[in-house]
């Protein structure tokens, strides 16, 4: 896998709100619906590796259960506390065909 691969979760049958933990190669994939479109973050909480889908959906952000910073599910934008850690990562992510598409996941851990 490239650093700009190509991962196809199959069928995600999300409902508005929900979202759900993928584990992709060596890394893990939040999948989240909000808004009537699928977001992709990644599920390792940058600041201290929690994994956000172990968190809540609040609106239009995930909450992380650890020490509950909370991200924009469609920017990955800290929107609680900037201070305390970066933005999280997200993914462009695409419907085709009933399936959900996640492109440029990397398959290493980022450092
Ligand atoms: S690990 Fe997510 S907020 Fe601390």
Not at 38 to 46: E, G, K, P, S, Y
Not at 79 to 92: L, M
């Amino acid at each position: 896998m490239s650093d700009q691969a190509r991962v196809t979760l199959g069928p995600v049958n999300l409902s508005e709100g929900e979202m759900k933990g993928y584990a992709v190669g060596k890394r893990n994939l939040l999948i989240a619906r909000h808004g009537g479109k699928v977001r992709a973050l990644d599920d390792w909480c940058n600041h201290a590796g929690c994994l956000l889908s172990g968190g809540r959906v609040e609106g239009s952000m995930v909450v992380c259960s650890c020490h509950e910073v909370g991200f924009d599910l469609a920017t990955g934008k800290n929107v609680t506390s900037p201070g305390v850690c970066d933005d999280q990562r997200t993914f462009r992510v695409e419907e085709e065909d009933g399936e959900v598409v996640v492109y440029g996941f990397p398959d290493s851990p980022l450092p």
